[in-house]
């Protein structure tokens, strides 16, 4: 006590400063719980039947923000039930698979029902696999059920710069892909094993999750992208309709009576100082391997 007293006396400026700061904050604290809790909107959230509600936006590389959201909502009692909202041509198989699996479990313990956008295929449509239910606008571009690895030959270009590729290995596939020269027949071949049993992967999961004959999903995997009614009357998609729609199902299959409050994520997470000076947005740069598996 006896510091803060110094403190005090040697700079009653500062002292007084951060006394206001603390007042401020305070207040604007309590306006915010106040607002939330009391106002018409908050008090209509209050006593609703929460929804969590999973968006899934953009080209999937990463799956970690959408997984642990994923997670939180499968493990929060309070939430009765999960629309998943796919707007994304797909991605790479990996971080795919793992949201993909990451639904799964949450199904296995709360009803789970996909909205399509404008687009949800390839890796965006493995996904949706994972709900009881699909719904998807009649314009939506989905299905696309394949996979594609690219590669890039530089060869001429580097031969005309007069850059050599010197490249020493432990294997003879080790160096498979490189840029600085044109595949050979055993690459190829191998690529295309890898590329197969990704595939086959895929097909595998579709026909498990949509309740299918494998054939048939084999019948439809060679690549093509349909519309949401295409793929409706294929057997890939249940209903028809947007956002509306599936929460009107998630209703039904939940049991949900009453008002709908919706929990939407993941969260976007920013420190004091962007909240305060307002949120910054950065390009980011996702630099990866000189090849790629991908479900798009």
């Known amino acids: 006590m006896e510091n803060k007293l110094k403190f005090s006396q040697k700079h009653p400026l500062l002292f007084g400063f951060g006394l206001i700061l603390t007042a401020v904050v305070l ?19 209050f006593f609703a039947t929460r929804v969590g509600v999973v968006n899934i936006t953009g080209l999937i590389t990463d799956s970690r923000k959408i997984t642990s959201w994923i997670n939180q909502l499968r493990d929060d009692d309070s939430i009765a039930g999960v629309i998943v909202r796919i707007n994304s041509p797909g991605g790479v198989v990996g971080p795919s698979q793992e949201i993909y699996s990451a639904l799964k479990r949450l199904a296995n313990k709360k009803k789970v029902v996909v909205s399509m956008g404008a687009v949800a295929a390839s890796g965006g449509y493995y996904i949706a696999c994972a709900a009881h239910k699909i719904v998807a606008n009649p314009g939506t571009l989905t299905a696309s059920i394949g996979v594609k690895a690219q590669l890039t030959n530089f060869a001429e270009l580097m031969k005309k710069i007069g850059i050599k590729e010197q490249t020493i290995t432990s294997g003879k596939l080790k160096n498979a892909g490189t840029p600085f020269r044109p595949l050979t027949d055993e690459e190829k071949k191998y690529f295309q094993t890898l ?14 999750s949509r309740h299918m004959d494998i054939k048939q999903v084999k019948k439809l995997a060679d690549g093509r992208a349909m519309t949401g009614r295409q793929a409706k009357d294929a057997g890939l998609v249940d209903e028809l309709g947007g956002f509306d729609k599936a929460l009107e199902i998630l209703r039904s299959l939940a049991r949900i009576k009453g008002k709908i409050s919706l929990v939407e994520g993941p969260p976007e997470k920013f420190s004091l100082v962007e909240k305060i000076l307002g949120k910054l947005t950065f390009k980011e740069q996702i630099l990866g391997p000189q090849w790629i598996f991908t479900y798009e």
């Open 27 to 45: 207040i604007i604290g309590a306006m915010a719980v106040f607002y939330s809790y009391f106002s018409p909107s908050g008090l209509r959230s």
């Open 195 to 208: 590329v197969n049993d990704l595939h086959a992967q895929f097909v595998n999961d579709v026909a498990a």
